[in-house]
């Protein structure tokens, strides 16, 4: 990578809309560093990724990113290859289904799933703090449209509304610093880890029909999204929740 390129670091980029998510940030001739827990499947996406975009390359480093001693070396790792970084997103995270017949049993639960998806994005965004840019740089947390429908399991939806909540407190923090917090909402995309082998076709059919544009999200419309919120002309635009879902239809269409 050249000295004057452009530097995200997106947590859980080996797959689904991480990995979609670097594609657009090295369409837009970034070096991004994907993150991930699996090493083989972080480097088959860096594989995959490289050479796909003129001016756009790509690193990976396995970090478990509810891990704190993995997250400070990934931190330390980046700044001694980079010095500063232009962007961080926070995209590592999932759903956890398992039966719960005891309060221990939901605890459990709730601790994991916290842990997965908020806990995730707490460590990697602060800790990369100190690295952004100043000013231009970019905080970007992928939350998902659960935490405004009430759909998935319940541990899921309310956790992920947390970094509704989060932004707000980064965007007014670092404001002054030139650093820009954002959020992305998707929708049903089904091309992710988070569908597994994906839905029963009767299900994904009634899913489609309460979209306004009639079809299923794709990994693409949220890494286009994404890519905007890190580009230079997003540099006014702080504190918001994008919606990529397609647009949601009232219950009497």
């Known amino acids: 990578m050249s000295d004057t390129q452009r530097v ?4 859980g980029g080996g797959t689904g809309i991480g990995r979609s998510i670097a594609r657009h940030l090295m369409d837009d001739g970034m070096h991004v560093v994907i993150t991930g827990r699996r090493q083989q499947v972080l480097a088959d996406a860096a594989a995959e990724l490289e050479g796909t975009a003129p001016g756009g390359s790509v690193s990976w480093m396995r970090c ?12 330390d790792s980046v700044g001694e290859a980079h010095g500063t970084i232009d962007a961080v997103v926070s995209n590592a995270g999932g759903a956890i289904r398992v039966p719960t017949s005891s309060l221990e049993e939901l605890a459990d639960h709730w601790r994991r799933t916290f842990e997965q998806n908020a806990l995730t994005s707490v460590l990697t965004t602060s800790g990369f703090l100190p690295l952004l840019r100043r000013p231009g740089g970019r905080i970007i947390l992928i939350s998902s449209m659960a ?19 989060w932004v707000l407190n980064l965007a007014s923090t670092y404001g002054r610093d030139g650093i820009t917090a954002n959020v992305v909402l998707p929708g049903y995309t089904p091309d992710t880890e988070l569908f597994g082998d994906g839905m029963p076709q009767e299900m994904h059919d009634r899913i489609v029909s309460r979209i306004a544009v009639g079809r299923a999200g794709r ?13 230079p002309a997003a540099s006014f635009v702080t504190g918001q929740l994008l919606e990529v879902s397609g647009g949601n239809l009232p219950p009497s269409m």
């Open 8 to 11: 995200a670091v997106v947590s």
């Open 64 to 75: 478990d990113a509810a891990d704190p001693a993995d997250v400070q070396a990934l931190v």
């Open 147 to 165: 935490s405004r429908s009430g759909g998935g399991t319940p541990a899921y939806g309310a956790v992920k509304a947390m970094l509704n909540g």
């Open 219 to 231: 990994s693409d419309d949220v890494g286009a999204a994404v890519a905007y919120f890190v580009s």
